[in-house]
């Protein structure tokens, strides 16, 4: 099924990727189900969702959240995508109206999956602001079933070139988590983007002390959402939950050859009903 176009203001060569933009994932076929309804059915929905391009509500209680991850200060070897001023202080209030956006739209989704990855890539998220999101992505839209769709409208290119980003694992996320209803909220142990020192366009796995300052932001997330169960994409997300006593499945983090399993463990989470339980101990 190809992603949708959106109505977003793009430039002549992002709307012909966005045209040409398809989801080629020979998995993607297969429609996942977690049980019961989206409780967007039980909301009221200003968002594109319904189809209908206009201004999505704007969720205050998001506004402390995105403030808290905008305020944090990381080492040389990390970028803070949301930061308020320095270099790119524009680029970083349109992440964080972009993250505001998004969880605007999950929120009338009303999410019962949290799906959390290592770290932010410098292709995807430290780009977009959104988790697992490349600006390819972000501005040309997901269809979801029933004729809805998000991402897309309203949201903004945080960058100066023409060029779009695509991510692999990116792809790959969302080829798979947009047929599962409701549709699971995305995030980050650590919500930053960790380099190699040096070379800002790399991308390294967190450090200890890095997944610790995550870590309060996995727990308000569980605050701000109805989420009832957790997964780990990948070694570190799992270690994070651990120490929280977040009780969580792991699945293969999609990169480096672990699509296939990576799609079969969603495949799984997605046919149990397990509600979300804090560890013993």
């Not at 019961?36 to 391009?53: E, F, I, P, Q, T």
């Not at 509500?57 to 995105?66: E, G, L, P, T």
């Not at 290119?157 to 047929?179: H, N, Y």
Request: net charge positive; aromatic share 6%; proline share 5%.
């Amino acid at each position: 099924m190809p992603m949708a176009i959106t109505n977003a203001p793009m430039t002549t060569k992002a709307t012909a990727f966005c045209r040409r933009a398809t989801s080629d994932d020979p998995h993607s076929s297969q429609t996942f189900g977690s049980g019961g309804g989206s409780s967007a059915s039980r909301r009221s929905s200003s968002s594109s969702l319904n189809g209908v391009d206009c201004t999505i509500r704007v969720v205050a209680r998001f506004d402390r959240f995105i403030d808290e991850l905008a305020r944090v200060e990381l080492s040389d070897r990390a970028v803070n995508q949301y930061f308020r001023g320095g270099p790119d202080a524009r680029g970083n209030a349109l992440r964080r109206r972009n993250l505001r956006r998004y969880l605007g739209e999950m929120d009338t989704i009303g999410p019962r999956l949290l799906l959390v990855g290592e770290a932010v890539s410098h292709r995807g998220g430290r780009l977009t602001g959104i988790a697992f999101t490349s600006e390819s992505l972000m501005l040309c839209g997901v269809d979801l079933p029933g004729g809805r769709r998000i991402l897309g409208d309203g949201y903004r290119k945080a960058t100066t070139s023409e060029r779009l980003s695509t991510e692999a694992s990116a792809t790959m996320v969302w080829s798979t988590i947009r047929r599962i209803t409701p549709l699971p909220l995305l995030w980050n142990a650590f919500p930053f983007h960790p380099f190699t020192r040096g070379n800002p366009l790399s991308n390294r796995m967190p450090s200890a002390a890095e997944l610790a300052i995550g870590e309060r932001f996995i727990e308000w997330l569980l605050r701000l959402f109805p989420i009832e169960r957790v997964v780990a994409i990948g070694n570190h997300a799992a270690s994070s939950l651990t120490r929280l006593g977040i009780e969580h499945v792991k699945v293969r983090h999609p990169s480096q050859g672990g699509k296939r399993l990576f799609v079969e463990g969603m495949a799984r989470m997605s046919l149990e009903r397990r509600p979300r339980r804090r560890c013993a101990g």
